[in-house]
Every structure is written in C-alpha cells, then in structure tokens.
C-alpha cells in the first residue's frame, strides 16, 4: 500500500513539473529564456565529451610547451575554475529566473519537506562536485531547500575551487606521468596510466564503492539498534510476568 501510495506522490510531482515548467517557460522573457538556455548548453557541454576534450587539449598543450607538471596542472586547474564557475552561474541564473519550477522539482525531492542543510564531508563535496560538476550540485542544493542567490552563488564557488582543485592534482600528476614515460621509453605505459586517471568512470566507480559502504554501515547499525531494542522489550515482557506469577 505504501509503496502505491509513493508512486502516486513520485507521479504527481512529475506531472507538476511538467505543468509547471510549460507554464511558466511559456510566460518567460527574452531573457530569461535566454538565461535557461545559456544554463542548458553549458551543463550539455560540462557532460560531454567536449569538456574532457578541452582540458585535455589544453594540458597537452601546456606539457609540450612547459614541461612542467606544476605549471600544466595549474593552467588546467585554472581554466576548469573558470569554466565550472561561469556554467555554475548560469545555473543559478535560471533557478532565480524560474522559481516555480524550482519549487515544483524540491517538492518531487523533498515530498514538500524541506531537508536542513546536509552536513557533507569535504570528501563527498569533492567527489560530488568533481563527478557531476558546479551546476548539477547547485542545482541539487536548491532540491534539498531554498536558497537566496548569494548562497547559491557560494556554491557554485566552492564547487569550482574543489573541481579546478582536483584537475589540478589530475593534470599535475599525469604530466608527471608521461613525463617520466617519456624519460624512461615507457610511453606507452604511461599513456595507459593516464587515459585511467584522466577517466571520469574510475571515479565515479569509487564514489559509488563508498556511497555503498556507508549505505551498508548506515544499515547494519539500524540493524543492530532494531535487534537490542527489541531485546531490550523481550526482557521487560519477561521480568512483567515474571512479577505477575510471582504476585
């Protein structure tokens, strides 16, 4: 029963969604389409090939012309920062713009409770930010709760810095990969090495591992609580009749 009764509430949120953002997209001005547009493309853009493209374009480019794993992994680094930051504003832009269909996909998240802010490890922070990008993160900040723009902008800042951060590390250290291969005649095991760390699935296979691990921690420990609570109350039942017997 429960499980219909949620089904129902998922597909009514979908069909206020739909409403919603027909309606208010068809109310919208010039620039405020324009805006949501500009928030589309780049989040098309930030989930296809062609960001990886770019950056690594750019570092082989820096590499050839440095030879320097610091100075590649910082450009890199820099330019992600900017990219993530620019995609990420534009992201908030539209959020601002259309507030009703904001509301509408934080009622489907939330079930119309909003959530307090999560407390959330650098750790997380860092692999969410750096697996989905500055806009899917604001974006599912404002599904948690409702924020003013200055927060939201906060965000996307914070994102872009561990993001750019991260490339940095990646850019950095495969540089310094290929310039060891290229030292040593291991070009090709190098290449290999690179191509891993350079892919965005490794990390998301290691975000999901421990996403895993810490639903089952999460599990077993309720578990745990379930099984001494219930026999706590075996053991209040027993000493109960035991005193009624006895009396």
């Known amino acids: ?50 960001n990886e493209s770019m950056l690594s374009l750019v570092g082989a480019n820096l590499h050839e012309a440095t030879d320097s794993p610091v100075l590649t992994g910082l450009g890199m680094g820099g330019l992600s920062f900017v990219e993530q930051t620019a995609i990420g504003l ?10 009703r269909i904001a509301e509408s996909v934080r ?53 872009a810095s561990l993001i750019g951060g991260g490339v940095v590390a990646v850019g950095g250290a495969a540089s310094g990969i290929l310039e060891l291969g290229e030292r040593n005649g291991l070009e090709a095991q190098t290449d290999t090495l690179v191509g891993l760390i350079s892919n965005p699935l490794a990390y998301a296979g290691v975000f999901a591992a421990k996403l895993g691990y810490d639903k089952a921690r999460k599990f077993i420990k309720a578990r745990g609580t379930k099984s001494k609570h219930s026999g706590s109350l075996v053991t209040e039942n027993a000493l109960t ?5 006895n009396g």
Request: no cysteine; proline share 1%.
């Open 1 to 50: 029963m429960s499980d219909t009764i949620e089904q129902l509430s998922i597909r009514q949120g979908l069909l206020n969604i739909y409403h919603t953002s027909r309606e208010e997209f068809t109310q919208a001005n010039g620039l405020d389409r324009t805006v949501l547009g500009l928030a589309l493309v780049g989040l098309g853009f930030d989930w296809s090939t062609g």
């Open 241 to 245: 009749t035991e005193e009624t017997s």
């Open 90 to 99: 534009s992201m908030v832009g539209a959020i601002s713009r259309f507030p």
């Open 107 to 159: 009622g489907l998240a939330t079930r119309g409770q909003e959530t307090s802010e999560v407390n959330r490890s650098r750790a997380g922070r860092l692999f969410g930010a750096f697996l989905f990008g500055a806009s899917v993160e604001v974006a599912s900040e404002n599904a948690r709760r409702k924020h003013t723009v200055a927060e939201n902008a906060g965000h996307v800042l914070v994102s």
